[in-house]
């Protein structure tokens, strides 16, 4: 196997090499690969690190899982001190892409769902959109993803999810209730077999747990009222799909919508999306 400084030689000499990680999460990344070498007398440094690692990472030279190369060996490599390196890695941490932790190094976490979820909670957050507004874009959502489940998705994928409906009951704790709404979300939105769909409505799902747990902060009695009234509404959208009924299909996605926004209009308080779940 080649050297991590033998590879970025080849590297910054013009000639691609092959990032070297057996394949398997995990292992030690010994080499970046990039179109051409890295200039170190343009603009600031540490944003030129910042970009060309952002750079390897999104192209998927370097892949979920993947160890990054030590502060001592990357500072060699770019040619720059160590500050100027955990200015980088601190952007990267920040922008969701690397995890750093004291022993285990810095580890590759980038994937399609936590990109798009952190795009979208920006532009949500920018431009003050509302609970009810990404609300009513799940409804969209549901509603491609009913349409196109009922055309691929198999009967043994509609009994999972059509599970997950009929299991809600008022006597779930919060922390019960919050991972099977997510399994039922999420398990609807991937009848439809489509990865962009999927991906998009990663973030949309997020803002409706979060708004599922501010509803469950209310008292006993309102809760165990809204999981009863909810549970026939997603136990009709699962059943129109599995006979392949999309009017029935749509107006079950449209009555769940309507119900959601009613509850989220009972709860009062501050009606933005991204609040709560920066973490």
């Known amino acids: 196997m080649e050297t991590f400084s033998h590879l970025m030689s080849s590297r910054l000499a013009g000639s ?8 398997e999460e995990g292992q030690t990344v010994t080499a970046f690969v990039a179109d051409g070498g890295f200039d170190r007398n343009r603009a600031s440094v540490a944003d030129r690190v910042l970009r060309d690692l952002e750079s390897s990472i999104l192209s998927g030279r370097l892949k979920r899982g993947s160890k990054l190369p030590s ?7 770019y040619g720059v001190s160590s500050p100027t390196i955990r200015e980088a890695i601190r952007a990267l941490s920040a922008m969701r892409l690397v995890e750093v932790r004291h022993g285990s190094g810095m ?4 994937d399609s769902s936590t990109l798009m979820a952190s795009a979208m909670r920006s532009v949500v957050e920018l431009e003050n959109i509302d609970l009810p507004s990404i609300l009513k874009l799940a409804e969209t959502l549901n509603l491609q993803a009913v349409d196109l ?6 009967p043994e994928e509609i009994d999972a999810v059509l599970e997950i409906a009929k299991s809600f009951n008022d006597s779930m704790s919060s922390e ?11 398990g609807l939105i991937a009848l439809s077999h489509n ?4 991906v998009v409505a990663s ?39 599995a006979a392949h009924d999309r009017l029935a299909a749509f107006k079950a996605v449209r009555e769940y ?15 933005r999306v991204g609040i709560e779940d920066r973490g």
């Open 257 to 271: 919508t309507t119900q959601t926004l009613a509850i989220s209009g009972e709860t009062g308080g501050d009606q």
């Open 195 to 198: 990865k962009l769909l999927e």
């Open 203 to 241: 973030f949309v799902i997020t803002s409706h747990l979060s708004m599922a747990r501010r509803v469950r902060q209310g008292p006993e009695s309102e809760w165990a009222s809204d999981v009863a009234r909810l549970r026939g509404v997603r136990i009709a959208i699962v059943e129109a799909v």
């Open 71 to 77: 502060e001592k060996e990357l500072a060699s490599y």
């Open 149 to 154: 489940a009922i055309a691929t998705a198999s």
């Open 107 to 110: 580890t590759v976490v980038a």
């Open 16 to 23: 691609p090499s092959d990032v070297s990680n057996n394949d």
């Open 176 to 186: 019960e209730f919050i991972q099977t709404l997510e399994g039922f979300l999420r």
